[in-house]
């Protein structure tokens, strides 16, 4: 009898203890960094950082599990480049209470083969949980057609700027018609045609990062 209601505690500290990990706080998972979520445009890295709830339960205990993430630190090669704070971002986000999805994180340069930490943190800076790995691959923008805005993101060069390079050292009777926006490897690169007396002459880029003539376009 004893034998059987020793078994028996052992049975229920067991359940309790699955149950407690099946209710736990940090039933999510930081989703590893690739060429999906990190995409390199114009001499930026851009982070996606995304947090997947794996408590399938209910909706109500995949919020409780992401609500108790207060802020979210990401770093590159141990030196902090963001930090994203808890806030009206995430339930604004069509993937919550699913998932935390961020595309806010903004490196200088190429980040491929670097590492990158993304940690997790309570309301008493008590870390929860993190996820570190080596940028094996990152997704360049290129450019299938040109982009009719005078907007573009991250662009280093206005469009006046771009305008008024393509017009430096140009022969007295042409004229520049601006065509828009395109990438090349990630890069931006501005598009005009040259015309003389209403004939087209040429067309030349503004490569945006150097602020030089490349010529040619799509």
Same mark, same amino acid.
């Given at each position: 009898?004893?034998? /059987?209601?020793?078994?028996?505690?052992? @049975?229920?500290?067991?359940?309790?203890?699955?149950?407690? =990990?099946?209710?736990?706080?940090?039933?999510?998972?930081? *989703? #590893? =960094?690739?060429?999906?979520?990190?995409?390199?445009?114009?001499?930026?890295?851009? &982070?996606?950082?995304?947090? $997947?709830?794996?408590?399938?339960?209910?909706?109500?205990?995949?919020?409780?599990?992401?609500?108790?993430?207060?802020? &979210?630190?990401?770093?590159?090669?141990?030196? /902090?480049?963001?930090?994203?704070?808890?806030? /009206?971002?995430? *339930?604004?986000?069509?993937?919550? %209470?699913?998932?935390?999805?961020?595309?806010?994180?903004?490196?200088?340069?190429?980040?491929?083969?670097?590492?990158?930490?993304?940690?997790?943190?309570?309301?008493?800076?008590? =870390?929860?949980?993190?996820?570190?790995?080596?940028?094996?691959?990152?997704?360049?923008?290129?450019?299938?057609?040109?982009?009719?805005?005078?907007?573009? %993101?991250?662009?280093? @060069?206005?469009?006046?700027?771009?305008?008024?390079? $393509?017009?430096?050292?140009? %022969?007295?009777?042409?004229?520049?018609?601006?065509?828009?926006?395109?990438?090349?490897?990630?890069? @931006?690169?501005?598009?005009?045609?040259?015309?003389?007396?209403? $004939?087209?002459?040429?067309?030349?880029?503004?490569?945006? *990062? /150097?602020?030089?003539? #490349?010529?040619?376009?799509?």
């Amino acid at each position: 009898m004893y034998f /059987k209601k020793k078994h028996l505690f052992y @049975l229920i500290v067991f359940c309790v203890l699955i149950l407690g =990990l099946v209710s736990s706080v940090d039933a999510f998972n930081i *989703q #590893e =960094l690739d060429k999906h979520t990190v995409t390199y445009i114009n001499g930026k890295s851009v &982070i996606t950082v995304s947090i $997947v709830s794996s408590n399938f339960v209910s909706d109500n205990k995949m919020k409780k599990d992401l609500n108790s993430i207060n802020k &979210i630190v990401v770093k590159v090669n141990g030196k /902090k480049v963001n930090v994203i704070k808890k806030g /009206k971002g995430w *339930q604004k986000n069509k993937y919550y %209470p699913t998932a935390i999805i961020d595309r806010k994180t903004i490196v200088n340069g190429k980040i491929k083969g670097k590492n990158v930490t993304i940690l997790t943190y309570t309301k008493s800076n008590k =870390l929860i949980k993190k996820s570190s790995n080596i940028i094996a691959s990152t997704y360049a923008t290129t450019s299938k057609k040109l982009n009719k805005s005078k907007y573009p %993101p991250y662009a280093k @060069l206005t469009y006046n700027q771009a305008f008024k390079r $393509v017009n430096k050292n140009l %022969p007295k009777n042409n004229y520049v018609v601006y065509k828009g926006y395109y990438y090349m490897g990630g890069d @931006l690169l501005w598009a005009f045609d040259i015309y003389e007396k209403n $004939v087209f002459v040429c067309d030349y880029s503004v490569y945006d *990062q /150097k602020n030089t003539i #490349e010529f040619g376009s799509i």
